[in-house]
């Protein structure tokens, strides 16, 4: 027995080392990794759609789901990627060669309010200076973005490498997912209905949190480009653009762009145009994130709406952009198993409650 209990502890042991060595060899790759699990239970209804059509052709049903996709997600973006890069360079150029009149009008500003002009001056604040200053600082943003677009051209070898990554890893994730989940149950010692409960819920809320960001950035980024058009304001698809991608982040999203814009609009004569942008900002631009991200993320994820919010921003300050899947499941995931615990806790104390009790004379 002891002999058999000191093998049993060596090979726990071993495995654990193991175990741990291995996640270690493939951290680099989490990521990758990540989302092609993720993109395999999003789409995996999809494969399963394509495997009846082709006569359970399980391969064939795999390269045709990820054709879908880079139909409908890669090509997309590459597309808008594109549009964004040129446009943030044609903005820089103008703004170097001095083509782009900014909305900094110091004189209709120092006729239109007289007093807060004096008042400014008396501290010391020279509105030429703040018009010096706000050229200085829009010239330097429009030179960060286009930098960065040359430093997305730069890294594109590396990100193209870990695109095909995850595209290899989604084709055996799609074909053999029945199998790898049914293995991995079989093997993890937390009982099968609890694991299979846990996958079910990291299943919901990476669909729910995905579908939620996409449908919420779309609409943000739309109705912000198409307001900052029909306004005039300079660069308004690259400015969508930003909005789609700061919408990412719960309650100020996208407001991190349209309130300073109806602030400096407003502050520079064109109070009517500021007043429109900022109260549809208010109304259309807030509200499709106030509405929709509870309905589309909350409800599905069946968790409350200060829990997406913490668990999204703590999610993308370890991981990025992927922490906006990342956050919510592990958050999702933490409830889940909680509420297991207390379910089986309460189950247990009632039972125990519940048993007879010998009398003392037994």
């Given at each position: 027995m002891r002999e058999q209990?000191?093998?049993?502890?060596?090979?726990?042991?071993?495995?654990?080392?193991?175990?741990?060595?291995f996640l270690w060899l493939i951290r680099p790759f989490f990521k990758p990794i990540f989302?092609?699990?993720?993109l395999a239970t999003l789409f995996y209804p999809t494969f399963q759609w394509w495997e009846r059509q082709l006569g359970g052709?399980?391969?064939?049903?795999?390269?045709?789901?990820?054709?879908?996709?880079?139909l409908i997600?890669?090509?997309?973006?590459?597309?808008?990627?594109?549009?964004?890069?040129?446009?943030?360079s044609a903005v820089y150029q103008r703004l170097a060669d001095d083509q782009i009149?900014?909305?900094?009008?110091?004189?209709?500003?120092?006729?239109m309010v007289p007093a807060a002009a004096d008042l400014l001056e008396r501290f010391g604040v020279s509105l030429e200076d703040l018009q010096a200053q706000f050229s200085e600082a829009a010239l330097s943003a429009s030179e960060f973005l286009a930098k960065n677009a040359v430093a997305f051209g730069q890294n594109a070898l590396r990100g193209t490498a870990l695109f095909f990554l995850v595209l290899y890893l989604l084709f055996f994730f799609l074909r053999d997912g029945d199998q790898l989940l049914e293995q991995i149950i079989r093997v993890l010692p937390i009982g099968d209905a609890r694991e299979r409960r846990l996958f079910r819920k990291f299943a919901e809320v990476s669909r729910a949190t995905i579908k939620g960001t996409i449908v919420i950035g779309i609409v943000q980024g739309l109705f912000g480009g198409l307001i900052f058009w029909g306004l005039g304001i300079e660069a308004a698809a690259l400015w969508g653009v930003v909005m789609t991608v700061l919408s990412l982040l719960p309650v100020v999203g996208a407001a991190l762009v349209w309130v300073p814009a109806a602030g400096v609009l407003i502050g520079t004569g064109d109070a009517v145009e500021g007043t429109i942008l900022l109260v549809?900002?208010?109304?259309?631009?807030?509200?499709?994130?106030?509405?929709?991200?509870?309905?589309?993320?909350?409800?599905?994820?069946?968790?409350?709406?200060?829990l997406v919010l913490v668990t999204t921003l703590g999610g993308l300050a370890l991981f990025?952009?992927?922490?906006?899947?990342?956050?919510?499941?592990?958050?999702?995931?933490?409830?889940?198993?909680?509420e297991m615990f207390g379910q089986e806790y309460t189950s247990t104390a009632s039972d125990e409650a519940e048993a007879p009790t010998g009398s003392p004379g037994a």
């Open positions: 209990n000191l093998q049993r502890a060596f090979f726990l042991g071993l495995l654990l080392l193991v175990t741990v060595a989302w092609a699990v993720v052709q399980s391969v064939l049903a795999s390269v045709s789901t990820i054709a879908t996709i880079v997600v890669v090509v997309p973006l590459l597309l808008v990627g594109l549009l964004v890069a040129s446009e943030a009149a900014l909305p900094v009008r110091v004189q209709d500003l120092k006729g549809f900002g208010v109304v259309i631009i807030g509200l499709a994130d106030n509405v929709l991200r509870p309905l589309l993320v909350g409800r599905d994820a069946q968790m409350p709406d200060y990025g952009l992927s922490g906006v899947v990342i956050g919510p499941v592990v958050g999702a995931l933490f409830v889940t198993v909680w």
